[in-house]
């Protein structure tokens, strides 16, 4: 992220694009106009689209990114900020002094390098200006199902963001990808609104996710206290995953009463309620990816290409984060969160064994592409 870089101009017209909704409620009628994309919404409906979502610390960045390398997909990045409801007005409006820009580590401190063609997660904007009051509370941000009405201009705001891209949406082939760890609050809604797309649903052991967690939330709000701008842009994205805007998931009764965010047992609670509700919601189309097992076999990767419908290539290298620090957790409360956790690796995605022996093989004798 760069918004901790911005100059005073960048974050004045930031300021002025998100922080108003009637100026994005505006910028997303003119694109819509504009994007010539109304006479494709039934076909992108029915696209083999890919949603990366999950609880935020999960690998949802790394696995987004690998699937758009594949070139397989157009997803909203950064050049389409300060903008990210006109994808299609703001690259003509752009177009004159776009530069490639290069990448630095992203503000998570966590060696994530991004630069302008970096995906990210940006139509959190929607959904926040369409449907806000129904699910951004004051104690959390709670689940909840789109109106019909609602879920129709995501269809028409995918399409657009299709219309951007340089294949555009000839005959439905353009793929959208999305990474937004909100998008677990609606999982149901979308599932019935996207019958052909597939639900990527990344995991970790709880206690190193919970752990990750809590110290982003310390990395954030010490950052956000020195530089209040990175507060506002979380806030105008509905990034309330940490720092001095953390906002809970409201997901099986969210956080227990008498824990709060310095805790790190605050959010072990949450990893539970939040795996628990997503492991009741999967279906046919949701992929469960679990962390170490992806990080330990290339196979999961092979299955995922497969599963995904990518072109072939070889396994992604994903690296393991910091393991579980069990003695910061209550003992029981770290139990139950590992028995969710087994049930989950259960169901997740399981490697390709013949192909990884294949590529190791191929590795060993310097044949490997």
Excluded at 15 to 23: D, E, I, Q, T
Excluded at 76 to 101: E, V
Aim: proline share 5%; aromatic share 10%; hydrophobic share 40%.
């Amino acid at each position: 992220m760069f918004e901790h870089d911005y100059g005073l101009a960048d974050r004045l017209l930031h300021r002025l694009a998100l922080g108003s909704r009637s100026m994005l409620e505006l910028s997303f009628d003119l694109d819509q106009k504009a994007s010539g994309a109304a006479g494709c919404v039934d076909a992108v409906a029915q696209g083999e689209h890919v949603f990366v979502t999950g609880l935020a610390r999960a690998g949802t960045t790394i696995l987004l990114r690998h699937f758009h390398d594949s070139g397989c997909f157009r997803s909203l990045t950064y050049r389409d900020m300060p903008f990210p409801l006109a994808p299609n007005l703001w690259k003509r409006a752009s177009a004159r002094w776009r530069q490639r820009r290069d990448g630095q580590q992203r503000a998570h401190g966590d060696g994530i390098s991004v630069d302008a063609d970096s995906p990210e997660a940006l139509e959190e904007v929607f959904w926040r200006v369409q449907s806000g009051d129904e699910y951004l509370r004051r104690d959390g941000l709670r689940p909840h199902w789109p109106e019909g009405r609602v879920l129709e201009l995501f269809r028409r705001y995918v399409a657009a963001i299709l219309a951007s891209s340089e294949t555009g949406v000839g005959a439905g082939r353009a793929r959208y990808l999305s990474k937004n760890n909100n998008n677990i609050l609606r999982l149901p809604a979308l599932q019935e609104a996207f019958p052909a797309a597939w639900f990527v649903i990344p995991f970790r052991h709880p206690a190193a996710h919970a752990l990750s967690l809590w110290q982003q939330h310390r990395h954030f709000c010490a950052m956000q206290k020195e530089q209040p701008f990175v507060r506002s842009y979380m806030d105008w994205l509905a990034h309330h995953e940490f720092g001095q805007g953390h906002r809970p998931f409201l997901m099986d009764g969210g956080p227990a009463q008498g824990l709060t965010p310095d805790m790190p047992d605050y959010w072990l609670d949450m990893w539970i309620g939040v795996h628990r509700t997503l492991a009741a919601q999967c279906h046919e189309r949701s992929l469960l990816v679990c962390h170490e097992t992806l990080c330990a076999d290339p196979g999961v990767w092979w299955a995922l290409v497969d599963r995904l419908g990518l072109p072939e290539q070889n396994p992604a290298r994903f690296r393991m984060k910091d393991g579980p620090r069990a003695p910061l957790f209550d003992a029981a409360r770290l139990a139950k969160a590992e028995v969710l956790y087994g049930e989950l690796r259960a169901n997740a995605v399981q490697g390709d064994g013949q192909r990884a022996a294949f590529w190791a093989l191929m590795k060993n004798t310097g044949r490997a592409m």
